[in-house]
């Protein structure tokens, strides 16, 4: 499976941004798809995750500012991202699992390449 993200950008704080992560290869829908970013100087962090029975979860830090959706037919994963604040700012990358709804990162296989994310105040 390779993972191609984008949508990433600069933005003012309050404003929003769309990631998408497109897949290609032995794709199907028995992957968990997820978003984790990574901070100058910080460790890489769980953000949303979408399993393949299409439940969710966030980290309590985007929780009811970002949504996590996906397009089968597409093969395509999105996070909507609204409310943005200077410290969403990082690196977020899309990964995909075989394992159903994990957060921890160390139990996804595949990941894109990061798309880098940047909010102004």
């Known amino acids: 499976v390779q993972l191609q993200a984008s949508g990433g950008g600069l933005v003012q704080a309050g404003g929003s941004l769309r990631l998408s992560c497109a897949a290609s290869?032995?794709?199907?829908?028995?992957?968990?798809w997820g978003w984790f970013r990574q901070a100058p100087g910080k460790e890489r962090e769980f953000v949303s995750l979408?399993?393949?029975?299409?439940?969710?979860d966030y980290a309590d830090s985007v929780k009811d500012r970002f949504t996590i959706s996906r397009d089968s037919r597409k093969n395509t994963v999105y996070l909507q991202m609204n409310s943005l604040n200077p410290e969403d700012t990082a690196i977020y990358y899309c990964?995909?699992?075989?394992?159903?709804?994990?957060?921890?990162?160390?139990?996804?296989?595949?990941w894109g390449q990061g798309t880098q994310v940047t909010v102004s105040s």
């Open positions: 979408i399993s393949w029975g299409s439940r969710t």
């Open positions: 290869g032995r794709t199907g829908s028995t992957y968990t």
């Open positions: 990964a995909a699992s075989r394992l159903n709804f994990v957060r921890d990162s160390n139990q996804y296989a595949y």
